[in-house]
């Protein structure tokens, strides 16, 4: 059974609104406003303020955004602002700083000029000497890592990668070189191309590597596995939902066992990715470091396979 806020709650959210309203707001400036990814409840309050406070929001897609404001009771108009536009909508938010007016910029979903468009619209704007307020909020990138555990206070480390290739070739190349960096990689991938993506990870990464998947976070059906890569197929198999929604993978940080005999598989692999961006020298330190191996061991390896 539901139940309505208590006088309390309303009451302490009505005393935050106030002093969060009380903030400074510079004007003209662009405000960049993260918006929820899956859950309307993550809107921030500064968020909110923020959108309310300004003349005018570009969106990706005004019609997603149009329904998010409704849901929060937000009345600013909206204009177009995506990847197709990207160029002459930086060009009227210019006019609009010009006047004096705050700008908000959201996308669809999460953080704007994050594997969305926006980006060239701050840049525009940075350079003609305007301010930029970056609101920060929900993102996928961020959610999935805090349930999947794959980094730590001693090895904070992760790298984004952004969405995989759709072709299975240039995929498989693509994945060959970020499986190699020694932390985990974050990466979207579309739900129609998950069980292909998995297949193509089996083959670059092998069966034992760790693999995050976190599908429709934040929403009702929220789901976050963490398995083994050969288990993946099987994984998916199980439920014909896991094919659907949002989708992010995490490739936790590749586990190199040190051995005296010289490189193993996973090493080598690590090398010749390695190779294909640092000179042999440097290969080797890199390697040497992740692995644990003796650099003179992967110096003779890397100047074998350099040639």
Same mark, same amino acid.
Request: hydrophobic share 50%.
């Given at each position: 059974?539901?139940?309505?806020?208590?006088?309390?709650?309303?009451? +302490?959210?009505?005393?935050?609104?106030?002093?969060?309203?009380?903030?400074? @707001?510079?004007?003209?400036?662009?405000?960049?406003?993260?918006?929820?990814?899956?859950?309307?409840?993550?809107?921030?309050?500064? #968020? @909110?303020?923020?959108?309310?406070?300004? =003349?005018?929001?570009?969106?990706? =897609?005004?019609?997603?955004?149009?329904?998010?404001?409704?849901? @929060?009771? /937000?009345? +600013?108009?909206?204009?177009?602002?995506?990847?197709?536009?990207?160029?002459?909508?930086?060009? &009227?938010?210019?006019?609009?700083?010009?006047?004096?007016?705050?700008?908000?910029?959201?996308?669809?979903?999460?953080?704007?000029? *994050?594997?969305?468009?926006?980006?060239? /619209?701050?840049?525009?704007?940075?350079?003609?000497?305007?301010?930029?307020?970056?609101?920060?909020? #929900?993102? #996928?990138?961020?959610?999935?890592?805090?349930?999947?555990?794959?980094?730590?206070?001693?090895?904070?480390? %992760?790298? %984004?990668?952004?969405?995989?290739?759709?072709?299975?070739?240039?995929?498989?190349?693509?994945?060959?070189?970020?499986?190699?960096?020694?932390?985990?990689?974050?990466?979207?991938?579309?739900?129609?191309?998950?069980?292909?993506?998995?297949?193509?990870?089996?083959?670059?990464?092998?069966?034992?590597?760790?693999?995050?998947?976190?599908?429709?976070?934040?929403?009702? %059906?929220?789901?976050?596995?963490?398995?083994?890569?050969?288990?993946?197929?099987?994984?998916?198999?199980? =439920?014909?939902?896991?094919?659907?929604?949002?989708? *992010?993978?995490?490739?936790?940080?590749?586990?190199?066992?040190?051995?005296?005999?010289?490189?193993?598989?996973?090493?080598? =692999?690590?090398?010749?990715?390695?190779?294909?961006?640092?000179? *042999?020298?440097? &290969?080797?330190?890199?390697?040497?470091?992740?692995?644990?191996?003796?650099?003179?061991?992967?110096?003779?390896?890397?100047?074998?396979?350099?040639?």
């Amino acid at each position: 059974m539901s139940q309505s806020p208590s006088p309390d709650f309303a009451a +302490t959210w009505n005393r935050l609104a106030q002093k969060v309203a009380g903030q400074h @707001w510079p004007a003209p400036a662009l405000y960049v406003v993260a918006t929820p990814i899956g859950n309307l409840g993550d809107l921030s309050l500064r #968020a @909110w303020q923020a959108l309310t406070q300004c =003349d005018v929001i570009a969106a990706e =897609d005004t019609r997603a955004s149009r329904t998010l404001l409704d849901a @929060w009771g /937000i009345s +600013t108009p909206l204009m177009a602002a995506h990847r197709h536009n990207e160029a002459g909508a930086a060009q &009227a938010i210019l006019q609009r700083l010009e006047q004096g007016e705050r700008v908000g910029l959201v996308s669809d979903a999460g953080a704007p000029a *994050v594997s969305d468009p926006g980006a060239r /619209i701050v840049r525009v704007v940075r350079d003609a000497g305007h301010p930029v307020v970056a609101i920060p909020g #929900a993102s #996928a990138v961020i959610t999935a890592l805090m349930a999947s555990g794959a980094t730590s206070d001693e090895n904070p480390a %992760f790298v %984004f990668a952004g969405f995989t290739p759709a072709k299975s070739a240039a995929r498989q190349k693509w994945l060959k070189q970020w499986a190699a960096v020694p932390a985990p990689v974050v990466m979207f991938e579309s739900p129609h191309r998950l069980a292909a993506a998995l297949k193509d990870l089996l083959a670059v990464c092998g069966p034992e590597r760790t693999l995050t998947v976190a599908r429709e976070l934040t929403k009702r %059906f929220e789901e976050v596995a963490t398995l083994r890569l050969g288990e993946a197929e099987q994984w998916l198999n199980e =439920d014909a939902h896991r094919e659907q929604g949002e989708l *992010v993978l995490i490739v936790h940080e590749q586990v190199v066992a040190q051995s005296g005999d010289g490189p193993d598989a996973a090493a080598l =692999d690590l090398l010749d990715a390695l190779l294909e961006v640092a000179s *042999v020298r440097d &290969a080797a330190r890199v390697a040497a470091k992740v692995t644990g191996l003796p650099r003179d061991v992967l110096y003779a390896a890397a100047l074998e396979r350099g040639r």
